[in-house]
């Protein structure tokens, strides 16, 4: 399968999609992870791409896309993938349609995130992150064992620093302003599936076993 998810700050995608990569074998490219790893590794990519993601603005097109094309030639992404925050403009939706078409291949489905911009804030300013797995809790709707401690590994969490309501605003306007118009470009080629995306996680998991099958 090749998958698109689309959703705003907190809708879940990076909660739903170590689900639905382990069901399907497919690969995760999350280009909000890689980017949070360019800028923690200070390469000149992160560099260039720190200040607007500092601000919950979105990075240049051009860098998204360039690291899209190479992350796509990776062997456990030939049979498929989930591209989780990608594309977020409709000129990165375009491109990835160019880069497919040179592939051959198409997507199978787009799938939107829907859910109402009230809840995000509870959800955005009570996530952890264990970075180097990417498993993400939350204080009160997915607690750890241990608070600030991993399950699995028993190393710290970390809340990632656009993770304030202050930020959450502009990211919310960024997501309206520039992403929408990526749903209903893909409205229009029929690929769109609506989750509800305000449901607990194991509901939205089954919405999206429905879609897929
Ligand atoms: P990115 O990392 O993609 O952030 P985002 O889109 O803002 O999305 P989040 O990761 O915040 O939300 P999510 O949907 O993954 O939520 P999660 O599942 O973790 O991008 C960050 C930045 O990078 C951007 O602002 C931009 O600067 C840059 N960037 C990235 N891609 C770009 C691109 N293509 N072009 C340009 N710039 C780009 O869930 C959130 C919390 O809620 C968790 O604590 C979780 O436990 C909890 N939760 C999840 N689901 C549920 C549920 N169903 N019920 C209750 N709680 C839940
Ligand atoms: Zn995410």
């Known amino acids: 399968k090749r998958l698109i998810l689309i959703g705003p700050p907190g809708s879940g995608k990076g909660t739903q999609s170590p689900v639905i990569k382990d069901e399907y074998c497919l690969c995760h490219l999350a280009t909000g992870d890689m980017l949070r790893a360019a800028v923690a590794a200070k390469t000149p990519l992160g560099i260039k791409a720190k200040e607007a993601m500092d601000k919950g603005e979105l990075v240049s097109d051009d860098l998204v896309v360039g690291i899209i094309d190479e992350a796509m030639k990776k062997p456990s992404c030939q049979k498929g993938f989930i591209l989780d925050g990608f594309p977020r403009t409709v000129v990165q939706a375009q491109k990835l349609d160019e880069m497919l078409e040179r592939k051959g291949t198409k997507l199978d489905k787009v799938l939107n995130f829907a ?9 955005i300013t009570g996530r952890w992150i264990h970075p180097s797995s990417g498993r ?16 699995v590994t028993g190393e710290p969490l970390i809340q990632r620093k656009d993770d304030t309501a202050a930020v959450l605003k502009s990211r919310l306007e960024a997501f309206h302003r520039q992403t929408e118009p990526v749903i209903d470009y893909y409205s229009k080629k029929g690929l769109v599936a609506n989750l509800h995306a305000e449901k607990p996680p194991k509901e939205v998991t089954t919405e999206v076993e429905k879609v897929l099958s």
């Open 115 to 123: 859910i109402d911009d009230a809840i995000l804030e509870e959800r």
């Open 136 to 151: 993400t809790y939350h204080t009160k709707f997915a607690p750890p064992k241990v608070p600030g401690v991993d399950d």
